[in-house]
C-alpha cells in the first residue's frame, strides 16, 4: 500500500519560491512516475509536472521555466521547486503515483501580497 504526504506549501508574495516535497512509503517508489497536479477554486485539476523513475521530467506550458521536479529515490520523496511565483499559482497541490493509483491529501499554495 503506497501512501504519499505532501508538505512544504504556504503563504507567498509574487515573485517568491516554495519547495513542495512529497514523501511516499511502500516499496514501488522508485519504479514509479510521479506527477504534481494543482487545483484551484472552481477549477479542474490540472498536471503541473511528472518525473519518470529515472529523472526525465515535463512540464505544464504555464510553468515551463519557473518549476522544476526532482526526485530522490533513497529518501522515496519527491520535489517541487517553485519560483517566480504568480497569483494565478494558487492552488491546492497533490502528488500522485499513476503505478499506484494514489494520490497525497494536497498542500495549499497562495500566491498574495
Known amino acids: 500500500q503506497v501512501q504519499l504526504v505532501e508538505s512544504g506549501g504556504g503563504l507567498v508574495q509574487p515573485g517568491g519560491s516554495l519547495r513542495l516535497s512529497c514523501a511516499a512509503s511502500?516499496?514501488?517508489?522508485?519504479?514509479?512516475?510521479m506527477d504534481w497536479y494543482r487545483q484551484a477554486p472552481g477549477k479542474e485539476r490540472e498536471l503541473v509536472a511528472s518525473?519518470?523513475?529515472?529523472?526525465?521530467?515535463n512540464f505544464a506550458d504555464s510553468v515551463k521555466g519557473r518549476f522544476t521536479v526532482s526526485r530522490d529515490n533513497a529518501k522515496k520523496t519527491v520535489y517541487l521547486q517553485m519560483n517566480s511565483l504568480k497569483p494565478e499559482d494558487t492552488a491546492r497541490y497533490y502528488c500522485?503515483?499513476?503505478?499506484?493509483?494514489?494520490w497525497g491529501q494536497g498542500t495549499q499554495v497562495t500566491v498574495s501580497s
Open positions: 500522485y503515483s499513476p503505478f499506484g493509483r494514489v
Open positions: 511502500g516499496s514501488i517508489f522508485s519504479i514509479s512516475a
Open positions: 518525473i519518470t523513475p529515472v529523472g526525465s521530467t
